[in-house]
Every structure is written in C-alpha cells, then in structure tokens.
C-alpha cells in the first residue's frame, strides 16, 4: 500500500543519505504515535536507497529491557567479533569502541535503524549518546524511532532526547496522522462511509487498514477487535501458536516458535501467508506492536503461565544465555528458583553495561523470589539492589533496601557487613538530606568496623565520617580522617575508597581556604585509572562545584562538560543531576537566567531525583522568579529551606537563607529579610570568604549590622568599606552582571545607579529594577528610565532604548570596547546587551544582526 502525505518526511531522509554519504553522519529522530507508520516510512526510505547497507534492531516492550537489546540485534547482522565479545561479558567501554568500529563501511553508506527507543534501557541511550558525538565525520545514518506520547516527563528517554537535539548531527521528523483526504483515498473502492472511517481512525495509518481489513464495527480506538478478528479466522491450532507468539515478543525466531509451540513449519508459514507474521530477516515479527499486545491480551490468564515455561524451556535447551529474556519467561511463568537465577545474572550484567535502572528491575525480580534464603544471602541482595538505586539517584528506595539489608545482616551475625551497611545507609540518608540521621549512622558504622580491625569497610567508614565533620565545619579534622583512609585503602588496593577519601581531603581544604585542586584532580586520576566510574563522577563533580564557589567559571565549565560526557557514558544519575544543579548557580551568577531556569526545570522533572539534588535547582529558579517578579517565589523556596535545614550544612543553609532575604526585600519587606539574612550570617561562621562575604553584604542591605566576622571575599569586602567602583568593576571581569548591580545600589552615585538599572533591565528583573527606580526618586534623580516593557512595547523587534542604541553601534561597525567607551557602561554590560540584541533579531552573529536592521530600517539611532 502506497505512503501518503509522507513526501516531506522522505525528502529530509533522502537530504541526510546524502549528507551521510558524503561523509558527514547524521542522527534521524522519528517520533509519532503508535500506528502512525513510522516503521513503514523506513522501509521504503530504505529500499529506495541505492549504495547501502541497513540494518535494523528493536527495543522490546519486555517489563524489563535487555541491555543493548536493539543494538544486538545489529551486532548479528553485522557479523564478526561483536556478538563474540559481548558473549565474552566484554567491558562496556570496549563493546562501544567495537560498534563504532563496524559502522566504518567503505563500500559505502551504511544504515542504521533503532525502532522504539521509548523502551530503551539506559545503556542502549547511552551508546545512541556515543554514537552521536562521534559519527559526524562518518559515513553513517543512523534512524531512531519513538512514540512521544507514552513518554512521561521523568523517563531517561525525555533526558535523552534533550542531549541528542542539540547535537550538530541531529535531524527530526514528527509523523502526524494522515488527512481526511489522505484516509478517503486509502479507502477508495472499499465500499466504507469514508468520514465515518476518519472519525473513527482519526487518521492512523495501522486502523485504517484494519479497517479496511475487517470492516468499520470492528475498529476501537485500540484496535485489538481488528486484529482478533482476522487472527479468528486461522483456526485453533494456529490460533494457538499465534499466542505463542505474542508472548516471545517483537521478535519471532521460527525455530522458538516451532519448539515451544509443538508447531508444524506449515502451520507458521499459515501465520505468514494472513500477514500476522511478517518476515524480518531470519526472524518473525507482528505487523505491529499493538497487533502483538492485542493478541498476548487475548490469552486466557490460565493458559500464559505454561506458555511463558515452554518458551523458557525451549530457550534453555538451545543454550540461550540471554538472561534477562530467561528472567522475564521464568517470573512470568512463576518459576521461582529460575527467575533468581536469571535476574541475578541479569542485573549484574546489566550493572557492568551500565544499564542501572535495568539491573535494580532485576535484583527486584530476583528478591521476589528469594524469601526462603539465609539472611545474609538475602542482606547481600537487598545491598546489591540498593547500590543500583543509589547510582540512579533514588535514595528513598536505596534507604528501605539498606535499612532490610541492616536488619539481616544483624539477623545473621555479621559484624563486618553491619558496619558497612550502616555507612552505606548513612550516605543514602545525606542524599535525602537527613544530616542528623546520617552523621549517627556514620558514627555507628565506625564503632562497629574499628572494634574489627583494619578492612576496605573501615576506611570507607573514615570518608563517611570525614563528611559529617564537613558539615560541622570541622575542616582538620575532616583532613585528618581523609588521610587515614587513604593510607589504609591505598595499602589494601582499594582505589574507589583512595579516590573517595582525595575527594573528601580536597573539599575539606577548599572549604577552609587551602589549594583544592590538586587533591581534586588527583582523587579524578586514581579513579579514571582504575575505572572507578562512580568516583570518577563524584571527583568531577566536585571540581565542578568547587571552581564555582570560588568564581572560576570558565574552569567549571570545563569540569562540568567532562563530568557531564562521563555520567551519560555510564550512566551514573546521580551525581549528573549534582552536575546540573550546581550548572544552574554558575549560570545564574553569569546572568544566563533563562538557560537556567531551563537546566533547573530538566533536573525538577525528574521523578527519582533526591532532595540535596532538587535544593539547588530550587534555589535558583526561586530567585531568579523573584528577582523578575514572578509568581511561585516561595513555593520553591520553602521546598529548597527544608532540604537545606535537614543536610544541617552550612554550604546549603547560607545559600537559601539568602535567597529568602533577598525575596524578602524584593518583596518590600526589610525586617523579614534582616531575620532571614542575620540566620544565614550565623550560619556561615566559618563557611569560607564567598559565604561570609555574601551573607555580610546583605545583612548590611537590610538593616544593621556588626562588623562581619571571618574573610571576605573580595568584591564583598570592597563593598562592605564602601569601595563599591571596583567592588562592581571585580564582580564585572568575574561576569556576574547582577552582583555588580547590586555592588552599586548604596553608591548615591547617579551613573552608577543608572547603569544598575540597565542591567537588570536586560535581565529582566522587573521587582529588582523597582526597588533601584524607588532608590532614584529617593536621592532626588531625575528622568528616570521608563521600563523595558514599556520602552520595547512600541519597537518592532521588542528592543529597549538602551539596546536599540548597542544596534545602531553594532550596524556601524564598532567593537564591544567601543561602545562601552561610547555608552559609559562596562564590557560586560555591553556583552549582555549584544547578546540579548543578537536573541531577539534571531540572529547568529553581529553581521547577521546589523543586515537584519538595515533590511527593517533599523540601522539608525532611536529619536530622543
């Protein structure tokens, strides 16, 4: 049957061949409902190109995926050592490397299919991630498939999808249903009432030819009487062997078919010949995903549970070592002692894939099974699932499996894993942002584990508690804790505990004002030698956050893009939301609110994210909602105050705090905001220059003050003496627009007020530029600046007056230097205005913006 309306769609798959071809790979994105053809578009995309080689691989909508299901199925087709060497149990690093290997082709185009990526585990995304940044010099298509409407906000393919857009290879194509037009001639000759027919289909490709199959009465919205009804038609036997089927999955080996079934060779070719079955290959397949679930929901609940054991069966006598597809028969078929077996070895597997989420699926499969074990077979299970959790960052889940896990290990009398139980609890506690409840688990752990003498379990105790000082801004004795465990794990060969102890000793240092980095950057070296993935990402993290807190941007940004790159290729949760969230202070600092908030809302969407990770996400889109005059201020900044409350740590407490005095005085409320601000200058005795700094500052802002306690931070300390021209000139080279306008604000210095104004202006901090306006008529300055909205509300492109004039500049020519000399503003406030001209006449660079305002008339100064 002939595609139609999928003439544009066929266009930009033709476009990226060739693009391929020449060697610049591309990544095709095709997403629409279920049904809509988006399996059919490839196939005859694929079948008319000429000069290539495909092939083709699936995700199953099995409750627990395989890892890199989809990308086996290409392995087999394209031969060699890669299906060798992942039956080998090769390092997943390796398995990567071996793929992009084969996708090399010189014959020519090589193309590459990935159907359903909405069931995708995490390492199936995680190697299209890999894939993408490294086949642009390739020639390589590569086409994935995906229904965006089973898609929920918080599933990894959402995350996924975000990095992919971004991606300089990346196309997509949005399949819509087909016309009223497109169904009638479809329908042509078929003797149906064509609009009742679109009414009924609303336009899906797949029920419209059920339709036409099986007549209009037969068509719900699922489609699953169409479908039943031509299955009807086979007879018992075939019907029989059609549930079987159903229940292997979206792919159909004839040789399972035929064993677990008891089938004759004839009685599948039957399944063929209706089109039930459709040839794949080597293998079977359902016209249709919802044919095949139509069908399965169509097998008496009675009669599912031998199936699932005779394809089981059958799989085990021809050597099958798919353990997750022997996992998910032998639970469906209630075999207990298999489906541990199974989901053991499957969750294993899958945690050396760095597929996660599938691994706990399966650790969980396993316990179900596993109740009649000893108790520190159990406890051992109940930990290895709840270390998954933890890497998936969801600690609610990770704490029960750690607290039953505790239990057992008592029940059992095994002292060494009760202590290390209890430290591993304590950390899944601090995540939840229950410091009080860590720091006695830490405690407890380390009495338990020093009575045994030294082990691996009682140096990583030392770390645990090393932090719990931390928090208590007990920095000495944080470091000397840190070194004790990395003399004890450095001589027992335990690196992840080495590296986790140089991450603790670095924070530590950083925090009581000595040089971080080294031990940073050493603690990132042992872990990335010894292939400690985890500790690897907590060491960028911290350098991360580290190079933030000390206001050296550019160096986090480089810390953030690499440890960003390392949790997507091992799929580490959590400490990527850590990455994203302390991402969304540095560009909040830099005055990119609007890329901001965005990062924020990716991490707030995620479901299993845990609290210390939402905090920080909070915190920013709070402030910067106050800072515009936006409504929801405090329903993100009472969620982030109890988080920061429960870590007890003062890096936190301070940083909120502040945000609430700050609302407070946006809001017009100087008392509130002195309370909020005196509370978070208490905290921060101790906390470091910038902490101190900041919450002097506004202290001072808001009421009275004492002479602030401990280190400034220098542009702090400038504007706490009243230097406020060099302390907003530091802030300036630092690139934090909105500190160098808040530097200003009790300067009584008109030029410096106005240009206070401008900038918050630009950044649209509408509560912020009145309270500098109310300042204005205060002391008396006259011919105030209208606001931005009212200024731009006439201008063609939305420009302010002040952004209008850095326009007419660019158009003639001048550099950023120049017009700051010409507008009495800084660099940086010049580099804000350009960047916000450039946004909003869409254009790429300053030529492209100057030959949009000559073609709009535009290039000349605004009238006075």
Not at 278 to 283: C, E, H, I, N, R
Not at 444 to 452: F, G, I, K, P
Request: glycine share 8%.
């Amino acid at each position: 049957m002939a595609l139609l309306e999928r003439e544009q769609a066929l266009a930009l798959l033709a476009d990226c061949a060739d693009q391929a071809r020449a060697g610049e790979g591309r990544l095709v994105l095709v997403a629409g409902e279920a049904g809509v053809g988006k399996t059919a578009l490839l196939e005859q995309f694929t079948v008319g190109v000429t000069g290539a080689r495909s092939c083709w691989g699936a995700c199953d909508g099995l409750f627990t995926p395989r890892p890199l299901g989809a990308f086996l199925d290409i392995a087999d087709q394209l031969g060699g050592e890669l299906m060798e060497r992942y039956r080998a149990q090769a390092a997943r690093d390796e398995l990567f490397d071996l793929f992009l290997s084969k996708l090399a082709w010189r014959g020519g185009l090589r193309l590459i299919v990935v159907e359903d990526i909405h069931w995708a585990d995490e390492a199936t995304l995680d190697l299209l991630r890999f894939l993408a940044r490294r086949i642009r010099q390739m020639p390589v298509l590569i086409a994935a498939t995906y229904r965006e409407d089973e898609l929920a906000s918080s599933y990894p393919l959402r995350v996924a999808l975000g990095e992919l857009a971004v991606q300089r290879c990346t196309r997509r194509i949005d399949l819509s249903p087909l016309s009223a037009a497109a169904v009638a001639a479809l329908a042509e000759g078929s003797g149906l009432n064509t609009t009742e027919l679109y009414e009924v289909t609303e336009g899906n490709p797949f029920y419209v030819v059920e339709a036409l199959h099986s007549g209009l009465d037969r068509v719900p919205p699922s489609a699953r009487d169409a479908v039943l009804a031509r299955a009807a038609r086979l007879g018992s036997q075939a019907s029989d062997v059609l549930h079987f089927a159903a229940v292997i999955g979206s792919v159909v080996e004839p040789w399972l078919l035929e064993r677990a079934a008891a089938a004759a060779p004839e009685t599948v070719d039957a399944l063929v010949d209706r089109g039930l079955l459709v040839p794949d290959g080597a293998a079977l397949r359902f016209r249709h995903e919802i044919a095949r679930r139509a069908v399965e929901q169509s097998v008496p609940g009675h009669r599912k549970q031998g199936i699932h054991a005779r394809i089981m069966g059958a799989l085990r006598e021809a050597g099958c070592q798919d353990h997750s597809r022997l996992a998910f028969h032998a639970d469906a078929a209630g075999d207990g002692h298999a489906a541990v077996h199974h989901a053991t070895l499957a969750g294993r597997r899958a945690a050396e894939l760095g597929a996660h989420r599938e691994a706990a699926a399966q650790f969980e499969r396993a316990l179900r099974y596993a109740a009649g074990e000893p108790a520190g077979a159990l406890a051992a299970r109940y930990q290895e699932l709840a270390r998954e959790l933890r890497v998936t960052d969801n600690f609610a889940a990770a704490r029960d499996a750690y607290e039953r896990a505790l239990e057992l290990w008592r029940e059992a009398g095994d002292r060494l894993r009760e202590g290390d139980a209890l430290r591993e609890l304590a950390s899944a506690l601090r995540r939840l942002c229950l410091g009080r409840e860590a720091a006695s688990a830490s405690a407890a752990a380390l009495t338990v584990l020093e009575s045994l003498g030294p082990s691996t379990e009682l140096a990583a105790a030392y770390v645990s508690v090393a932090g719990d000082r931390i928090e208590e801004l007990r920095f000495a004795e944080a470091i000397a804790l840190a070194r004790r465990a990395q003399e004890l794990a450095g001589g027992l060969g335990a690196y992840s505990v080495q590296s986790a102890a140089l991450n603790m000793q670095g924070w530590a240092t950083g925090c009581s004002g000595g040089d971080w980095e080294p031990l940073l950057r050493q603690a990132l070296a042992v872990a990335l030698e010894h292939e400690e993935a985890v500790e690897a990402a907590f060491a960028y993290t911290n350098l991360h956050e580290m190079s933030c807190a000390s206001r050296r941007f550019a160096e986090s940004e480089l810390y953030y893009v690499a440890g960003v790159a390392h949790c997507e290729e091992h799929d580490i949760g959590v400490y990527h939301c850590c990455l994203q969230g302390v991402r969304t202070t540095t560009l909040e600092l830099l005055g990119r609110w609007d890329e901001a908030i965005a990062l924020s809302e990716v991490v707030l969407r995620r479901v299993l994210s845990s609290p210390i990770n939402r905090m920080i996400p909070l915190g920013t889109v709070g402030r910067i909602r106050a800072r515009r005059g936006q409504p929801g201020v405090w329903e993100y900044l009472d969620q982030a105050t109890v988080s920061a409350d429960g870590t007890g740590d003062p890096q936190h407490v301070v940083r909120i705090r502040l945000s609430r005095a700050e609302a407070r005085w946006l809001e017009g409320n100087p008392a509130a905001a002195h309370r909020e601000a005196s509370l978070a200058e208490q905290a921060a005795d101790g906390a470091g220059p910038w902490l101190t700094g900041e919450a002097a500052a506004w202290v001072r802002r808001t009421g009275p003050s004492l002479p602030p306690r401990g280190e400034l931070a220098e542009p702090y300390r400038l504007e706490l003496e009243g230097d406020w021209p060099n302390a907003a000139k530091l802030w300036d080279e630092l690139g934090c627009p909105y500190n160098a306008a808040l530097a200003v604000l009790d300067a009584g210095d008109e030029a410096a007020l106005r240009q206070a104004l401008a900038v918050c202006e630009a950044l649209g901090a509408a509560a912020t530029v009145r309270v500098i306006r109310r300042l204005m008529r205060q002391q008396g300055i006259r011919s105030i600046p209208v606001g931005q909205r009212t200024a731009a509300r006439g201008h063609p492109l939305g420009l302010t007056r002040r952004e209008h004039e850095v326009l007419t500049l660019i158009c003639a020519g001048h550099t950023n230097s120049d017009i700051a000399d010409r507008l009495f503003i800084s660099a940086k406030t010049v580099d804000h205005h350009v960047s916000a001209v450039l946004a909003k006449l869409g254009a790429p660079t300053r030529g492209a913006a100057a030959a949009r305002a000559a073609s709009l008339g535009l290039s000349s100064a605004p009238e006075i």
